[in-house]
């Protein structure tokens, strides 16, 4: 077990090499609607609105946009400054799982874990995004860390630290809470009498229940918040795999040196044996979570990379037992092979969309006496990212705004006589869809696109496309 000084040195490098990686090119990829999802609820709205937002809907991401409204209010809403926390939560998961792999074996496989969380492309990627996945990482981790000190210790007060730490998990999301099993996958074989799992079920249950009630709102809001999801298939566990291996030509290498850990000999005295316990956080999360959506779907990758670090654990010890002149070229390799998807998760095409784009659009080109119809109103997201864009601009089809609405994006009319009598208040009409594809016949999206697209009234006078649809604008006829 690592101590002295190594043991302060090694979480720090890792940190620092994960700020390092998660501010490379941090602006580069586009704000696309799910981080403007977080500003609609932190940013644009007050205390009370939010509690209120998060009373209808998200309440599984309510800590966290409690903290962003805090961090814009001082920080302000710039892609760097939303994106910042997600950065440090990254630099703290990668420090901790150095601890960690510090505290169970030794230096060498604590640098090693920790280096790996840092290059993750899949953790890199979430790094660099308006949401709380690598927070989620981040408290897993910490949570992980102080079950092995409770252990370790078997004092009260560890015990109690660690049930905090839980309902911390509970609270940034609450499928975080799948690291409970892995955490007694571990303690099941730790050496001394079955007391501690009394213990650790004593704190985790504690800590599940302070976050218990919010659990039956969750299930209330279900169907606004997975509905898209659908059941997984083989193609979502082949991605799953390229997300934890660091890309597709890593998948074989990791599973290889995954078995190789095995072979490592772990300290009695850590008492945690971490092969277990990095094999169970790396595979039960989202076997867990795969196999529950084969009932309903709730599986998505980005729910579950919080067990990347059992994988960087599993990896770090397969390379120790490897003699260093095998080791050093073997990771060296590896983090190469990470470049790759690194550039990819970087580029405007890591995005499904650009909603900035689209208010650069219309900033540029509107008038006096303008008007804007969003075709699907998850799009309306897009004028909390940029409010002065769109100031001044009334939307044709809203009914209540966000705030008053208690939602993301507001609530519709739905009575075309409205929205021609508004519609007959301006001059021109900025049309914002999300692709070229056509709504469904009788819905509220063709009805939109007949009075516009397909219409007689209204000629078409400028087209623009930006990553993930297209900016019409129309002028009457």
């Not at 077990?1 to 043991?7: E, F, I, K, L």
């Amino acid at each position: 077990m690592t101590s002295g000084p190594a043991r302060r040195a090694v979480p720090a490098l890792a940190a620092a090499a994960a700020l390092a990686v998660g501010l490379w090119r941090i602006t580069a990829p586009p704000l696309w609607r799910d981080e403007a999802a977080t500003l609609s609820a932190a940013a644009t709205r007050s205390l009370l609105d939010l509690l209120r937002l998060l009373g209808n809907i998200d309440a599984v991401h309510g800590l966290y946009y409690l903290f962003m409204h805090a961090w814009t209010a001082v920080f302000g809403t710039g892609d760097l400054a939303i994106r910042l926390p997600s950065v440090l939560a990254l630099a703290g998961a990668a420090a901790t799982v150095a601890a960690l792999g510090g505290r169970l074996a030794d230096a060498r496989v604590g640098m090693t874990a920790g280096l790996l969380v840092a290059v993750s492309p899949v953790l890199s990627r979430h790094a660099q995004e308006a949401r709380q996945y690598t927070v989620t990482t981040a408290l897993a981790a910490v949570s992980t860390y102080l079950l092995v000190r409770a252990v370790q210790e078997r004092t009260r007060r560890r015990f109690a630290i660690y049930a905090a730490s839980v309902t911390l998990v509970g609270w940034i999301h609450m499928f975080t809470l799948l690291i409970l099993p892995a955490h007694l996958a571990a303690l099941w074989t730790v050496r001394g009498d079955r007391a501690v799992l009394l213990r650790w079920a004593a704190a985790a249950g504690a800590g599940a229940a302070v976050f218990s009630p919010i659990l039956p709102l969750a299930l209330r809001q279900r169907a606004k918040q997975v509905d898209w999801i659908t059941a997984p298939d083989a193609a979502a566990v082949m991605r799953l795999l390229e997300a934890f291996a660091g890309g597709r030509i890593l998948i074989v290498p990791v599973l290889v040196l995954a078995a190789a850990a095995w072979w490592w000999r772990p300290d009695p005295r850590a008492r945690v044996d971490l092969r277990i316990l990095a094999t169970a956080w790396a595979v039960l999360p989202p076997a867990l979570l795969l196999a529950a959506s084969l009932i309903e779907p709730i599986y998505w990758l980005r729910y579950v990379i919080f067990a990347v670090p059992g994988v960087a654990l599993l990896v770090a010890l397969g390379l120790r037992v490897l003699p260093w002149w095998g080791a050093v070229p073997a990771l060296a390799a590896m983090l190469a092979l990470t470049v790759p998807m690194h550039l990819q998760v970087r580029s405007p095409e890591s995005r499904v969309d650009d909603v900035r784009q689209v208010a650069r659009i219309i900033a540029e080109h509107r008038r006096p006496g303008d008007g804007l119809v969003f075709e699907e109103e998850i799009y309306r997201r897009i004028t909390a990212a940029e409010p002065k864009a769109f100031a001044g601009l009334p939307d044709l089809t809203v009914d209540r705004p966000a705030a008053d609405a208690a939602d993301l994006q507001g609530s519709e009319i739905s009575d075309v006589s409205i929205l021609r009598r508004r519609a007959a208040r301006v001059r021109r009409v900025w049309y914002v869809d999300r692709s070229d594809l056509e709504g469904a016949p009788g819905s509220w999206e063709r009805v939109k696109e007949d009075e516009f697209r397909r219409s007689t009234k209204w000629r078409r006078v400028g087209r623009w496309q930006f990553r993930g649809g297209t900016v019409r604008l129309y002028e009457r006829r």
